[in-house]
Nanobody, 120 residues
Framework: QVQLVESGGGLVQAGGSLRLSCAAS????????MGWYRQAPGKQRELVAD???????SYEESVKGRFTISRDNAKNTVYLEMNSLKPEDTAVYYC??????????????WGQGTLVTVSS
């Protein structure tokens, strides 16, 4: 059983910052790509940022220069540092990981989501 647990969401004023964390636990042999997605009310889920096992990163256009994704492989954790937040960043943020289990099975796992609300 593999689990992703997110933390760090909350309410912040426009221009403020938040840091999201997502810790993976369970029978993990290797974590491959990890990413953050978000889903605003009435909208489809979209990729915000992702990071490969080699630390290559990519970002959705609207967050470039404001958000930074990073990972700590020793802790099986991925982070999303969000600065200069805007009301349009309000959404439920989900962590995703593509991994290999101890039984050498490939899994695509999602966290439960954490709400980020940016007030104007």
């Amino acid at each position: 059983q593999v689990q992703l647990v997110e933390s760090g969401g909350g309410l912040v004023q426009a221009g403020g910052s938040l840091r999201l964390s997502c810790a993976a636990s369970g029978s993990i042999f290797r974590l491959n790509d990890m990413g953050w997605y978000r889903q605003a009310p009435g909208k489809q889920r979209e990729l915000v940022a992702d990071i490969t096992s080699s630390n290559w990163t990519s970002y959705e256009e609207s967050v470039k220069g404001r958000f930074t994704i990073s990972r700590d492989n020793a802790k099986n954790t991925v982070y999303l540092e969000m600065n200069s937040l805007k009301p349009e960043d309000t959404a439920v943020y989900y962590c995703n990981a593509v991994l290999v289990t101890d039984e050498y099975r490939y899994l695509d796992v999602w966290g439960q989501g954490t709400l980020v609300t940016v007030s104007s």
